[in-house]
């Protein structure tokens, strides 16, 4: 719910509440009055009474139409009389008829009763309901007025806000907005605004830090990288890799180590454009991923298991898919001693599974974090955090199950 309509609901809440007590205050304060004006009466006519009894030993009687003097409960008349002796301390009864007594009591030796029939007096009661209503109109209205009065406040004290907001929702990474504070007054949004702007001001530096820091990665490293690859490449033609394997081990090093500078710069670039989706088949890049890999394996006894269809194909973005190709398969290679990796495609579902010794259970829920590694690993810990920014990218599903006996990593298409 939004501040402007929180607003208006609590002024008309407390539209409400007030009304709402003054009715009842109201009520009170006019059946009160009422009763006391009948007492009042009663009392008037108790100081007549008993000045004839104090004077004459006689009592005089009551001058008011409505007021009875009764010398015994056993004259009352018979709609309040059982009422009373059940409870004499009572100084108003209801009759069934609708009649209204008041009854004071005067004197207890001789006994001595003022009972007042008021029901032709009544001014209140008669018109409670007509009160009620008036008092719910007045209530209602005073909602409406409330509301609207909290509707032009929450304008007022809004429209900062959502120009701030209207203000940041178009911002992009590109354009940041500057020098908007000024625009608002010495207040809480005020404040809020130089906040954001300071803060802004530092987003923008960082950005820029980045940018040149990508651009000059990008310039410096691909060359020399370029370099090696393409020496490593004329060695290798011209030396036997059976007896220099180093050679081998060497180029593979220098393709990995472009696949990963590849990856983080196609990662931190926002501008790079990973929407874009083709239909292509999974068996040639996986091929090129496990001969490029090949030497991690080495000499270990392990088997490799490829149970994938020449047909096999998914629909993504083929880049994506050889970065993370190359560092699922290149993690199994690198961390299995013996056994088996297999490399299986059905129903949309990718697995990359190996006999290694798995993941150990202090690792299991942090291994989408970057740094976080094994004891006896050699790399960097940034490879499945590079895979998992990058399958949330491209909307790819990944799951890693491991345990004492391997590893199992699953991609979703």
Not at 168 to 176: D, G, V
Not at 213 to 240: N, W, Y
Not at 314 to 337: C, D, G, M, T, Y
């Amino acid at each position: 719910m939004s501040i402007r309509n929180r607003i208006i609901i609590y002024f008309g809440l407390l539209a409400l509440i007030v009304s709402a007590i003054f009715s009842v205050f109201n009520l009170v304060f006019m059946w009160s009055v009422e009763d006391l004006a009948l007492q009042q009466i009663l009392k008037t006519e108790k100081a007549h009474v008993l000045k004839g009894y104090f004077t004459h030993q006689q009592f005089n009687l009551p001058r008011h139409g409505s007021v009875s003097l009764y010398l015994s409960i056993d004259d009352f008349p018979p709609s309040i009389k059982d009422s009373f002796l059940q409870d004499p301390n009572q100084s108003e009864i209801f009759s069934d008829n609708g009649e209204n007594y008041h009854i004071l009591p005067i004197l207890k030796e001789p006994e001595a009763y003022l009972v007042g029939e008021f029901s032709e007096q009544l001014i209140v009661r008669p018109i409670a309901d007509t009160v009620l209503m008036f008092l719910g109109f007045v209530t209602v209205l005073l909602v409406l007025v409330s509301c609207a009065i909290g509707w032009m406040l929450a304008n007022k004290a809004v429209k900062p806000l959502s120009s701030l907001l209207q203000l940041l929702q178009s911002t992009t990474p590109e354009k940041l907005p500057q020098n908007f504070a000024k625009q608002y007054s010495e207040d809480e949004v005020g404040y809020l605004a130089q906040t954001l702007e300071s803060t802004l001001v530092r987003i923008r530096d960082f950005i820029q830090r980045e940018q040149h820091f990508t651009r000059d990665v990008s310039h410096e490293l691909r060359t020399p990288i370029a370099v090696i690859k393409g020496a490593g490449e004329l060695i290798a033609q011209q030396l036997d890799s059976e007896k220099y394997p180093v050679v081998a081990r060497l180029n593979s090093a220098v393709l990995q180590m472009e696949q990963i500078i590849e990856t983080l710069l196609n990662l931190a670039r926002e501008e790079k454009d990973w929407s874009y989706k083709e239909t292509f088949k999974l068996l040639p890049k996986i091929e090129d991923c496990v001969i490029q890999y090949a030497t991690l394996i080495g000499q270990k006894p392990v088997e490799l298991d490829i149970t994938l269809g020449p047909a096999d194909a998914v629909h993504a973005n083929p880049v994506a898919v050889e970065i993370l190709l190359a560092n699922i398969i290149s993690n199994a290679f690198k961390h299995i001693q013996q056994g088996t990796v297999v490399i299986a495609y059905s129903d949309n579902l990718l697995s990359i599974t190996d006999t290694g010794q798995g993941i150990s259970e202090e690792l299991k829920g942090r291994i989408f974090q970057s740094g976080v590694k094994g004891e006896k690993s050699s790399g960097f810990g940034v490879g499945l955090s590079l895979v998992k920014r990058l399958c949330q990218r491209q909307g790819i599903r990944i799951a890693v199950h491991s345990s004492e006996k391997g590893t199992r990593v699953e991609l979703g298409f």
